[in-house]
């Protein structure tokens, strides 16, 4: 169990990497959503790529969707830019709301990258060994020490997973604003 569980740690982080920084993991199999709202969701976040070329400015933008629910986290050099940023994103099809967690600063520098990736992998490498709450329905993502949660589960696992993902070294908060409860 113990390579096994060594071996998804390090294909979660080598994953990653190739994402450019994204530290999203998704679990396609098992997944609540429909494959339709699962294949809108995955429309969205290239949209969200390929629509933010046109804002100019310093900016890093990333999009996850999760039912339609967009969490656009990132960094800007100003506020006009993280309003062009949301702007954008709600015109895209299929986008039911956005949840704006970007702030106004410096990119997130590589190193920091690599740090969210790191949490991630510790996120779903203890979500995989806990009893209770099945990696399957949780999706994570992190950006700048922020554990975001999304997914559909149960109170109980909703619980379990906010309390182990609290407990990870380098874990700054945890948001479970795209976490739907059953």
Known sequence: MKSLRSYLVFSIIIFSIFLQGCTTVISAAGDKRDLSTQYDDEKIGFACTSDFSDIKGEFRASCNAYQGKVLVTGQAANQAIIDKVISTVKKIENVKAVYNKMTVGPNNT?????????????????????DGVSKLHTRIYTESGVVYLMGIVTQSAANIAIKVTKAIEGVKKVDTTLLTIQ
């Open 110 to 130: 590589s190193s920091g990258i690599a740090d969210d990736v790191e949490i991630s992998a510790k996120v779903v490498a203890t979500l995989l060994d806990t």
